[in-house]
């Protein structure tokens, strides 16, 4: 009798580890740390799609390195370019409690610092151009607060060079949207280098796609020799409305992101729009897992140098771009459409 009792105990003890070895192991398969990320992209855009799915294979790559997930897939969000649509997606986001914020473009940005003013969510932004004129940092290398990231700001000295070596310039267009952050600084520095070159500046603007076509009839009328427009996203999404009125005219139009050059304008110059969406997921990652803060960590930005011209568009206007390929860090071409090949 007592050798059955203590063959049972044992079974029972056995069947005791057995049950709770199990579960432990259940567990441990279940208790990777998981990250909320927030991503928010302001429009539908070429170069911001880059931008959202390079930050999105970057944290994927680094949770798979790390043992770590971040969870990005049911907190993605599109604002359209609406500004309540942007508050409300902000405010989910802070009702669901994500772990960081990734704005991307300066109007998402400033609209996440504002829904996390209070609450100290990190934010890491994402192609903004003049972050401390946007009043989203206090300086470059010290932002200062819960909010850093990865600046695409043009070098526009190099990029008026560009467009004055391609043809001889005697008076130039902008065209822009002024109340779009993005704009204020490269505008500033290319009247600068015009009015040291003597050429003359004819400005046109528009916050709708309405607007900026009628300003692009008037630069049109006013015979400019080339249009110059910066990070804009409100020009950008009226680039395929407006590219065939300039290559009718044979004027071509400059703008400063590669998608400008894929939908239809003859060049668009600045950074690898691929590579600053890694650099941003790196940054979200070194606050997560490695507990950097935002308010120390500089502002990231890339040498930019890259002339994506529309082969199209160059043969309609009859325009060579031979010469780029000595004026910056590399010349790609592509064709008219919505979207980057991937």
Do not use: W
């Amino acid at each position: 009798m007592k050798r059955k009792l203590v063959l049972l105990t044992a079974m029972m003890m056995a069947a005791i580890c057995l049950f709770g070895c199990g579960k432990s192991s259940d567990g441990a398969k279940n208790s990777k740390k998981t990250y909320k990320v927030g991503i928010v992209q302001y429009v539908d855009d070429a170069s911001l799609n880059q931008i959202q799915k390079a930050v999105q294979t970057e944290l994927d790559t680094q949770g798979k390195k790390l043992n770590v997930k971040f969870d990005y897939k049911d907190y993605t969000f599109n604002g359209q370019a609406d500004q309540s649509t942007l508050n409300q997606i902000m405010a989910d986001l802070v009702a669901d409690q994500v772990d960081i914020i990734v704005p991307i473009a300066t109007p998402t940005a400033v609209v996440a610092q504002s829904a996390t003013e209070d609450n100290q969510i990190p934010v890491v932004f994402s192609a903004v151009s003049d972050p401390v004129t946007a009043g989203l940092v206090k300086s470059m290398d010290k932002p200062g607060s819960n909010i850093t990231g990865v600046s695409d700001a043009l070098n526009t000295d190099a990029f008026m060079k560009m467009i004055t070596t391609a043809k001889t310039v005697k008076k130039i267009g902008f065209l822009y949207d002024k109340s779009q952050d993005s704009s204020t600084k490269a505008i500033k520095d290319a009247k600068a280098y015009c009015k040291k070159n003597g050429i003359e500046v004819v400005e046109k603007t528009g916050t709708t796609n309405d607007e900026i076509s009628l300003a692009a009839d008037a630069l049109i009328a006013a015979k400019v020799n080339a249009v110059f427009t910066p990070t804009d996203n409100t020009v950008m999404l009226a680039e395929l409305a407006i590219y065939e009125k300039f290559i009718k005219a044979k004027i071509p139009h400059y703008g400063g992101a590669d998608s400008f050059a894929l939908n239809g304008a003859f060049c668009g110059y600045g950074v690898n729009y691929e590579e600053l969406g890694t650099q941003t997921g790196k940054m979200v990652v070194d606050i997560l897992v490695n507990g950097k803060k935002p308010a120390d960590m500089a502002v990231a930005s890339l040498a930019n140098g890259i002339a994506t011209v529309n082969t199209e568009t160059a043969s309609a206007i009859g325009l060579d771009y031979s010469s780029f390929k000595d004026l910056c860090e590399q010349v790609k071409e592509t064709k008219t459409a919505e979207e980057f090949d991937q």
